[in-house]
């Protein structure tokens, strides 16, 4: 099989070029996104979080600064510096800050890897309609040979007519191996990015900053605001002095006679 695609390509066969040209893309960008998940955004996700909580706890938000710069300008460290930057401006920018720089990196994590997978299935489909173009011809061919040349020439037009479809199904097995060698290592690391988010929220995010939450509706004003609203108005509609209902007796209700009293 290897030896007849090698004969195809030396003949100039245009899908096997195709489908040549097409496999070279998607080898570059594997080894692009294996090169960006593996050496520009991936680091020691832990040791990396411990270093900046000390620095943290100990209030040296320079040293802080300096440490994510020296570690990386994307990932988790440039989130981090930009949340520290937000924290010596505005702390009540600094969550708003770490989602908006989260959901800016994380696309970049996945970019060009669902390429992959439509380059492999491109790459059969042109691998098939190599094989379905060349029987044609093949046929074509045979039509007019005498009866004695028609047999040998069929069976080995044939043969030559599966390289193609042959080259394209081994081409789209080892783009989809890294397909989803690639896809494993963005999910790995997407995991790692959320929860180092999660730990800087809790290292810069302040507690009283966290609990705060927009009010929309007067429906969602806090508990305690309203008892303290119910209180002002029952004082309002019961000032001091006046005489309080609770021991109220209705005398109308009691001088009502019974029916019995009033025959």
Sequence with gaps: MFGEIAASFQRGNSYLTLMLFLGFVATAIIFERIIMLQLVYHLDFNKFLSNLKKLLSSEDTSRALSFCKSVSSTSLPGIARRALEAAETDPTTIRGTIEEETIDFLPRIEARVGGLMALSTLIMLTGILGAIDSLWNTFHAVSVLDTAQKQASLGNEIAKSLNPAAFGVLLSMLILVGFYF?????????????YGVTVLSNLLVPAEIAGVMPVAMADSMPLAQMAETTTHVQQHANPQGAPSDAGHTDATV??????EEII
């Excluded at 690639?182 to 990015?193: D, F, N, S, Y």
């Excluded at 009691?254 to 029916?259: M, V």
Aim: aromatic letters at 0%; hydrophobic letters at 35%; a positive charge.
């Design 182 to 194: 690639v896809k494993g290592m963005a999910i790995r690391l997407t995991e790692k990015m959320h």
């Design 254 to 259: 009691q001088d009502i006679k019974d029916k």
